[in-house]
C-alpha cells in the first residue's frame, strides 16, 4: 500500500470534525478552536436535534464546510422533500441511508435539484450514502440485522446502488474503500469514519484504522470524533493528526 505526501492543507481538507455536543454552545465553542485549520465540521444528529438548522448556519457564516449526518431513510416522497430543504440550508455534504434502496436514494437528487431549480439553494450539496455503520460487526451483519454475506459483501452492493442513484459517494468503514474504488471508480467519494490515531482508544467503532493508513488507502474523507473533540487541546490534537498525515 503506496503512502500519497499530503500537503498540510490537503490533509486538513480530507478532515471532517464530528460536532458530536449536546448544544449549540459546546459545539461552537469547538469550532472556535479550529477556525482556520481548513477542515470540515459535521453536524450528527445529537446536535441537530438539539440545535436545528441554526448551528448549520452559524458554522457557515464561521467558513466552515458542513457534513450534515442525518441518515435520512424514509418513503422517496418524505426524502425528497426532506433533501430540498437540506439544499435550502446550504450544507455542503449529507447524507441518506443505503438501505432504503435506489428509488429513495435517487429522490433525495431529485430534491436537491428542485431545490436549485427554483432557486432556493445556491449549490447543490454532495450527496452520498451510508452503507453499513462502522460498529457493526460481522455477527450483528449476518444474525441480527439479517444480511447474508461478508460486510465487504453488503458494503459493494450498497455503493453500486448508490451510484446507480446519482449519489457521489459513500459512508464506509476504511477498510471497504479499495473495493468500493474498484466497483464504482475513483471519483466514486468515501467518507470513512472509524479513524483512530495510532494508539487511541477503538470506542464503540469495530472497523477501524489511523488516519495515516487510511489515506494510503485512498479514502476522500476522513470523519474524526472523540480524538479531537475530546481532547483537552482540540487544535493540538489535529495537529498531531495532521502531523501524522502528513508524513513521507
Known amino acids: 500500500m503506496s503512502m500519497t505526501v499530503l500537503t498540510r492543507e490537503q490533509a486538513a481538507s480530507k478532515i471532517m470534525v464530528a460536532l458530536d455536543k449536546p448544544d449549540a454552545e459546546a459545539a461552537l465553542a469547538l469550532a472556535a478552536s479550529l477556525q482556520g485549520t481548513g477542515c470540515w465540521m459535521k453536524v450528527g444528529m445529537e446536535l441537530y436535534y438539539a440545535a436545528g438548522p441554526s448551528v448549520v448556519r452559524e458554522l457557515k457564516a464561521r467558513g466552515f464546510r458542513v457534513f450534515l449526518d442525518v441518515k435520512m431513510h424514509d418513503i422517496p416522497n418524505t426524502v425528497r422533500g426532506g433533501a430540498r430543504s437540506i439544499a435550502k440550508l446550504g450544507v455542503d455534504l449529507f447524507n441518506v441511508h443505503g438501505a432504503g434502496g435506489i428509488t429513495m436514494m435517487r429522490a433525495a437528487v431529485e430534491g436537491v435539484k428542485e431545490a436549485v431549480e427554483s432557486g432556493d439553494a445556491a449549490n447543490s450539496p454532495i450527496v452520498i450514502a451510508v452503507t453499513q455503520l462502522t460498529s457493526t460487526s460481522q455477527s450483528v451483519l449476518n444474525d441480527q440485522i439479517g ?22 459517494g459513500v459512508v464506509a468503514s476504511p477498510l471497504e474503500v479499495a473495493a468500493i474504488k474498484a466497483a464504482c471508480g475513483g471519483d466514486f467519494l468515501t467518507v470513512t469514519p472509524g479513524i483512530r490515531p495510532a494508539g487511541a482508544e477503538t470506542g464503540d467503532q469495530s472497523r477501524i484504522t489511523t488516519p495515516r493508513d487510511a489515506v494510503a488507502g485512498g479514502t476522500d474523507y476522513l470523519v474524526i470524533g472523540r480524538p479531537i473533540t475530546g481532547a483537552s487541546n482540540p487544535a493540538e490534537a489535529l495537529d498531531n493528526i495532521l502531523k501524522e498525515m502528513t508524513e513521507s
Do not use: F, K, N, P
Open 147 to 168: 444480511i447474508a454475506g461478508t460486510i465487504e459483501d453488503a458494503v459493494v452492493r450498497y455503493a453500486r446502488h448508490a451510484r446507480e442513484a446519482g449519489l457521489q
